[in-house]
């Protein structure tokens, strides 16, 4: 069984930053990719960003050059570094740890708004 926890969402303002933590336990395997998408008000969810074993990552158009996706050694813990946060990166924001199969966390609010 592996579990998928998310932290560190929250309200901020436009301009501001938020780090987001993911962090997995249980039967984890080191090989593994992780990703984290959101679903705003309203739309469907979609990638934001990726980390694949071998530690090359990817980003949504919409969020290159504001967020960065980063992991621990252990490959347990995943960030999202967002800066220059927009009213439109408002939604919730999932973690996703695949290896075999995928799993999700539930999920943790981002609000961007004055």
Same mark, same amino acid.
Not at 35 to 42: A, D, I, L, S, V
Not at 50 to 66: C, E, L, M, Q
């Given at each position: 069984?592996? $579990? ?14 938020? #780090? ?6 249980? #039967?984890?395997s =080191?090989?593994?990719? *992780?990703? @984290?998408? #959101?679903?705003?008000p309203g739309?469907? #969810? ?8 071998r530690?090359? &990552?990817?980003?949504? %158009?919409?969020?290159?050059g504001r967020?960065?996706?980063s992991? %621990?050694n252990?490959?347990? &813990? !995943?960030?999202l570094? *967002? ?8 939604a !919730? +924001? +999932?973690?996703?740890?695949s290896?075999?199969?995928?799993? @999700?966390g $539930?999920?943790? $609010? !981002? &609000? !961007?708004s =004055?």
């Amino acid at each position: 069984q592996v $579990q998928v926890m998310e932290s560190g969402g929250g309200l901020v303002q436009p301009g501001g930053s938020l #780090r987001l933590s993911c962090t997995v336990s249980g #039967r984890i395997s =080191s090989i593994n990719s *992780m990703g @984290w998408y #959101r679903q705003g008000p309203g739309k469907e #969810r979609e990638l934001v960003a990726f980390i694949n074993p071998r530690g090359s &990552t990817s980003y949504a %158009d919409s969020v290159k050059g504001r967020f960065t996706i980063s992991r %621990d050694n252990a490959k347990t &813990t !995943v960030y999202l570094q *967002m800066n220059i946060l927009k009213p439109e990166d408002t939604a !919730v +924001y +999932y973690c996703k740890y695949s290896v075999i199969r995928d799993y @999700w966390g $539930q999920g943790t $609010q !981002v &609000t !961007v708004s =004055s």
